[in-house]
């Protein structure tokens, strides 16, 4: 195992051999990643922001065009990420947790407005 993956906001990280997918080294830390596809690039889901300095295999042709130019905000597609060494790799919020987080700060702005 030559690789080393931290997930943020979680901050577990996992060690891997290099050339594990990011997807796949979430699943070994026990790390939640979303996806339909399987892996396969198709669904899109499983978008993470890696942080730079990250060391990580060369961008794929397929992954790319996914992407089209949201990796130059350094957006991935985590079942496409290979890692080549250390890498540091933020987790979207999770869609329900965010939503209720909006739904008491609504309330809460309301209740002050009383």
Do not use: N, Y
Request: proline residues 5%; glycine residues 8%.
């Amino acid at each position: 195992m030559d690789a080393e993956v931290r997930f943020w906001p979680s901050g577990k990280s996992v060690r891997v051999r290099r050339g594990t997918t990011v997807l796949d080294a979430a699943r070994r830390a026990g790390v939640t990643i979303a996806t339909r596809c399987g892996g396969k690039a198709a669904c899109f889901m499983c978008k993470v922001t890696v942080r730079p300095g990250s060391e990580l295999l060369p961008i794929g042709d397929e992954e790319r065009r996914k992407l089209a130019g949201l990796e130059e905000q350094h957006i991935r597609l985590s079942c496409q990420t290979r890692v080549s060494g250390k890498a540091e790799v933020e987790l979207p919020p999770d869609p329900l947790r965010s939503a209720v987080a909006k739904a008491l700060a609504r309330q809460k702005e309301q209740e002050e407005l009383w």
